[in-house]
């Protein structure tokens, strides 16, 4: 599996130290044992001064995503989602959100990518959604089409996460090999279809045009 380097820093050597040690320790004595891999992740991360893991892993995808020039992959390719009514008006924030449609939202740029994980699992489902809708029901992915399609739209380097959140979500299924994998017909609820709407309508305003809306990429492969 490909790894993406995480930067790392501390302000203060001594002080991190001095933590690694009392956390080792405590560990030791409370489950008979070392912390594992990921613990130490997360006490390396709180020596930076981060919260957890997550926290450090969405600052670093935050300041890539703010040194990356905004450009739109080459197809902006939108599947099953709802259109966008000819009269409507181009601003996102016309768009009534839920309060979590609202939160998903901030997680993605103006070109529809995705630029940190959510940490709750509230607005992942909702961001899986969105990823969903870059898949065409009518095709047969491999692995590594799908990771091309997931690459295109995150910016933080872990198209692994995303694509099994997309079976764990059951958007997507796979064969039992990893050889296959299919996009399901599923139909969006009202909240996953305006956070749809707003996003589009997003890419939109910032390309200043409205985007095209072929008929058989709006309505093709929703279920009844």
């Known amino acids: 599996m490909t790894r993406t380097a995480l930067p790392y820093s501390a302000p203060d050597l001594s002080a991190l130290a001095r933590l690694l040690e009392r ?23 709180r020596g930076a001064g981060k919260r957890n893991l997550q926290a450090l892993q969405a600052e670093v995808a935050a300041q890539r995503a703010a040194a ?9 390719a939108w599947f099953d989602a709802p259109p966008i009514e000819e009269d409507a008006p181009a601003a996102p ?6 309060v979590h449609a609202r939160k998903a939202l901030e997680h993605f740029d103006v070109a529809g990518r995705l630029v940190r994980w959510p940490l709750k699992l509230s607005i992942q489902r909702l961001a899986m959604w969105v990823l ?3 898949f065409d029901a009518r095709r047969v992915y491999t692995e590594a089409e799908v990771n091309q399609v997931l690459k295109a ?12 959140e997309l079976i764990n979500h059951r958007l997507m299924t796979r064969e039992s090999d990893c ?10 609820d009202a909240e996953v279809r305006a956070l749809l709407q ?6 939109r305003q910032r390309r200043g045009r409205r985007p095209p809306a072929p008929a058989n990429r709006e309505a093709g492969g929703a279920a009844s």
């Not at 739209?153 to 099994?164: I, N």
């Not at 707003?198 to 890419?203: C, E, L, Q, S």
């Open 132 to 134: 969903w809708t870059r």
């Open 153 to 164: 739209w995150h910016l933080y380097g872990d198209h692994a996460t995303l694509r099994r």
């Open 93 to 98: 924030a016309a768009v009534e959100l839920s």
């Open 23 to 45: 956390a080792i320790l405590d560990h030791h004595v409370t489950h008979g044992r070392l912390p594992g891999h990921v613990e130490m992740m997360n006490l390396l991360a």
């Open 68 to 76: 990356t020039p905004v450009a739109a992959p080459v197809e902006d």
């Open 198 to 203: 707003a996003i589009r309508a997003m890419a």
């Open 179 to 188: 050889s296959a994998y299919r996009k399901l017909a599923v139909r969006p």
